[in-house]
């Protein structure tokens, strides 16, 4: 039916982002425990959502909002730089900061179209981008510094005990 049509999709897209990937970064292997896993599969139901063309000729984007999607979007797993804001949250400048630091671009912010970036101080996002130069733009050693999960964005660690309890024992 329609909803395994969907889900066969998502999975072509996945196993796309992947092979791209792998081919970028030589002997990088993405398993379904590796970091950018369940990033690559929030970026395929993303790219699924503003590129497929169904039946009637539009995009799901543009039957929702009556116009193409036509923002920047990056390579998958690419090494980027990106913008600093000028303030933090909570109110602390940056000033002292590098204004422009690296990270790994795993996708885009549904409501403020903002790019996400792996760091290794975390998820980032960011409006401003600048693309690496070529041999500098698929950075495995970087990729092995970064962390970050759409769960849990900066990475901490989680006790064992919390992850164990199910959801009538909270």
Not at 22 to 46: F, I, S, Y
Not at 58 to 68: Q, V
Not at 87 to 97: A, F, L, R, T, Y
């Amino acid at each position: 039916g329609l909803a395994e049509g969907a889900h066969n999709r998502l999975k072509g897209q996945v196993r796309t982002l992947k092979s791209v990937l792998e081919e970028k970064m030589p002997g990088l292997r993405v398993g379904p425990g590796h970091l950018l896993a369940p990033w690559m599969v929030r970026h395929a139901a993303w790219v699924l959502t503003r590129f497929s063309v169904g039946h009637d000729g539009a995009t799901p984007y543009r039957r929702l909002r009556g116009k193409p999607y036509e923002h920047e979007v990056l390579p998958f797993g690419e090494t980027v730089e990106f913008k600093l804001s000028a303030v933090k949250k909570g109110g602390g400048q940056v000033k002292m900061e590098a204004r422009w630091q690296p990270g790994v671009w795993v996708g885009k912010l549904d409501l403020t179209d903002e790019h996400l970036l792996l760091t290794p101080r975390g998820v980032q996002r960011a409006r401003a981008i600048q693309r690496k130069t070529e041999g500098e733009d698929w950075d495995a050693a970087f990729l092995g510094r970064v962390r970050g999960l759409p769960w849990n964005p900066f990475g901490v660690a989680v006790k064992e005990s919390v992850m164990l309890q199910g959801p009538s024992s909270i």
